[in-house]
Structures are given as structure tokens and as C-alpha cells.
């Protein structure tokens, strides 16, 4: 019979196994050119957009397959973002 705590200590373990494949990515990036910066960029659905205190700057954070990370991250920084920070994850529950 599964227990509730059978099925949290499941979901734990599948988010575990699921970040070793992720990183996450955090940058900033002037507003003017963050649609274009969007069309390129992977996520599990959305990234994050967040603004700044210099209102015509916005920060960004997303989850990305790390596969693909020294690929995209030279995209990024053509595009204009600034201050890109690559880091591990832990879980990623769905």
C-alpha cells in the first residue's frame, strides 16, 4: 500500500534525478532588448522576468537542459545580457 510519505519521498527523488540533467541561468539584460533575447531562450515553460532598479534594465532566470548551456550562454551575452550566472540545481519538480 503507498503511503503519502511513500509518494513525497517520490516526488523528491524524481526532482532530484531530473536536476542532474538542469542548470539554471540568471542574467540581466536592458529591457529594450529582451523580446529578442526571449525568442532564444530555452525554459521549462517561461523564463522569469523581474525588474530591476534601473527601470530600463530587467533580469531574467531560467532552467535549461546543461547539455546546451556552452552554447547558449555566448548567445546570451551577443544579445546584450550582462552578469550571466550558471548554477547547479538540486531538484526540479514538475
Known amino acids: 500500500m ?3 510519505q511513500n509518494r513525497d519521498i517520490g516526488l523528491m ?3 532530484a534525478l531530473a536536476a542532474e540533467e ?3 541561468l540568471k542574467m540581466n539584460i ?3 532588448k529582451l523580446n529578442a533575447l ?3 531562450l530555452p525554459a521549462l515553460r517561461n523564463p522569469t522576468v523581474s525588474p530591476l532598479a534601473q527601470a530600463d534594465w530587467v533580469a531574467v532566470e531560467t532552467i535549461i537542459d546543461e ?3 556552452h552554447e547558449i550562454i555566448p548567445q ?3 544579445a546584450g545580457a550582462e552578469g550571466i550566472i550558471e548554477y547547479p540545481l538540486n531538484k526540479v519538480i514538475y
Open 2 to 4: 503507498e503511503t503519502q
Open 13 to 15: 527523488l524524481r526532482g
Open 22 to 24: 538542469k542548470v539554471g
Open 30 to 32: 536592458p529591457r529594450a
Open 38 to 40: 526571449l525568442k532564444n
Open 67 to 69: 547539455k546546451v548551456v
Open 76 to 78: 546570451l551575452k551577443a
